[in-house]
């Protein structure tokens, strides 16, 4: 069993970066990958990057390549998303999500998931 907490979402304008936090409890996170996605009201959940288990690899989807930065603390049980160059277009609630081997970009084989937590961001 694997607990997700996100934190750090807030309001930003336009231009400007907020890092979101992902803390795990149990101690299998390192077994797990990472992912973050995000829900625009009304929209359909959607994928943003993701991370191996090692860190080793990652994955961003297109909207955000070269903005936003995936990463992992294994000691610390923790997964960032460091969101630079903000655009509205990003304002959603964003999840973080566990699975042992997912396709990264398929929310559907990940096995747990965080509450969310909102970004918003003015233009």
């Known amino acids: 069993q694997v607990q997700l907490v996100e934190s750090g979402g807030g309001l930003v304008q336009a231009g400007g970066s907020l890092r979101l936090s992902c803390a795990a409890s149990?101690?299998?996170?390192?077994?797990?990958?990472m992912g973050w996605f995000r829900q625009a009201p009304g929209k359909e959940r959607e994928f943003v990057a993701a991370?191996?288990?090692?860190?080793?690899?990652?994955y961003y989807a297109d909207s955000v390549k070269g903005r936003f930065t995936i990463s992992r603390d294994n000691a610390k049980n923790t997964v960032y998303l460091q969101m630079n160059s903000l655009k509205p277009e990003d304002t959603a609630v964003y999840y973080c999500?566990?699975?042992?081997?997912?396709?990264?970009?398929?929310?559907?084989?990940?096995?747990?998931w965080g509450q969310g937590t909102q970004v918003t961001v003015s233009s």
């Open positions: 999500a566990a699975g042992l081997d997912p396709t990264p970009e398929d929310r559907y084989e990940y096995d747990y």
């Open positions: 991370i191996s288990w090692s860190g080793g690899s990652t």
């Open positions: 149990g101690r299998t996170f390192s077994s797990y990958a």
